[in-house]
């Protein structure tokens, strides 16, 4: 009895070790300033079908975040199979969470994100739930793993990773990073 009491008392442990890490690998941050500027799509995922073949059509993409008055604004520069696709979105910011909007009507897209920590400060995860309004297969997540260069050194990758392992999704694309779309370029 006292065997059973014991392995019992153990799996508890492991089963409490083992959610910790994935808790604190998807930890949001602390303070939003910390996101402002530019960054890097260095790698992303997503478990909607929709948005998966959108991010493998990336040949490269950054963002600016920047304040303008009492707003936050990211501006997104796409290059999507050569051609460069801008986007500008008002970031609703709240403790743990970034609320945006994409289009209207049929195409609007609604977006519920959170900056995630990472071990150094000129890495970010950007994980979102996604709601394709009036849409089949409307809804899920993605995430994007955000550095301040263009280069993606393997601990990064192997730390995201795990990070998208934690989040339930798979298929990790690595955009090339190749003729990145200018600040200005229409």
Sequence with gaps: ???????????????????????????????????????????????????????????????????????TVMIRHDNLNGQCVYRVARLTVSKNQVIYNFGKGQSKVQYTCKFIKTKKESVLGFLCDIDLFLQENSVGQFFILLGRTEHLSNKDKKHFEKMVECAGMTNIHYPPNEDMCGEDEE
């Design 1 to 71: 009895m006292l065997l059973v009491v014991f392995l019992f008392a153990l799996t508890l442990r492991f089963e409490r070790t083992e959610a910790l890490p994935c808790e604190k690998l998807l930890e949001p941050v602390d303070d939003h300033s910390e996101v402002r500027g530019k960054w890097f799509n260095l790698a992303t995922t997503s478990n909607n079908e929709v948005f998966q073949g959108f991010m493998n059509r990336s040949l490269g993409s950054w963002k600016d975040i920047t304040e303008d008055g009492n707003e």
